[in-house]
């Protein structure tokens, strides 16, 4: 079965990192890029980066630059988002997505379930 | 970054009726404008793609057109599954950046 496989919740104190992970089946993981959107409690959807499996290649939104990072471990087909001095804005769900190319078009056509993170002290 | 503006904010709207959805670019985008669908509790998912490609396995009542910076989403026949929050996204150029969603309520 085609699909992405999220960790679970998390709860964190302001300041501190959090590790997201997200596990891909059924499919080739170098093939596709993974993307990761967050989406705060009753808000949008708001995309932080993507990373390349293949070649580990990364892109941040400036937003989230110098303090996420984003990686993976081909060896067990998984990506990771980390992301550190986190503050109560950070309290999200977060998506891992499968970036899928036709022709010149990008879009996300594979979602995990999602992962919350909570920030509190 | 490109802002992506979607209306109404929300829409109620009966079994059977046919709604539009609208979502305007800052900025051209041509046809580099998808579409999802996203259920309470649940991850977004693909409708429309490259602005008028349907995904495979959505229903043949929704439809995508618009280039440049304006952009319809169309719904035939609402079904009772189909009552749920739809997001445009635009993937010209990094960030990829959504519309800040279209609510959409039974009537």
């Known amino acids: 079965q085609v699909q992405l496989v999220q960790s679970g919740a998390e709860v964190k104190k302001p300041g501190a990192s959090v590790k997201v992970s997200c596990k891909a089946s059924?499919?080739?993981?170098?093939?596709?890029?993974i993307n990761w959107v967050r989406q705060a409690t009753g808000q949008g959807l708001e995309w932080m980066g993507w990373m390349n499996p293949n070649s580990g290649n990364t892109g941040y939104a400036q937003k989230f630059q110098g303090r996420v990072t984003m990686t993976k471990n081909t060896s067990i087909s998984t990506a990771y988002m980390e992301l550190s001095s986190l503050t109560s804005e950070d309290t999200a769900v977060y998506y891992c997505a499968r970036g899928w190319q036709w022709l010149t078009y990008w879009y996300f056509d594979l979602w995990g379930r999602g992962t919350l993170v909570s920030v509190s002290s | 970054d490109i802002q992506m503006t979607q209306s109404p904010s929300s829409l109620s709207a009966s079994v059977g009726d046919r709604v539009i959805i609208t979502c305007r670019a800052s900025?051209?985008?041509?046809?580099?404008l998808n579409w999802y669908q996203q259920k309470p509790g649940k991850a977004p998912q693909l409708l429309i793609y490259?602005?008028?490609s349907l995904q495979s396995g959505v229903p043949s009542r929704f439809s995508g057109s618009g280039s440049g910076t304006d952009f319809t989403l169309t719904i035939n026949s609402l079904q009772p599954d189909d009552f749920a929050t739809y997001f445009c996204q635009q993937s010209y150029s990094i960030p990829y950046t959504f519309g800040q969603g279209t609510e959409l309520e039974i009537k």
């Open positions: 900025q051209t985008i041509n046809s580099y």
């Open positions: 490259a602005a008028s």
């Open positions: 059924g499919y080739t993981f170098t093939s596709n890029d």
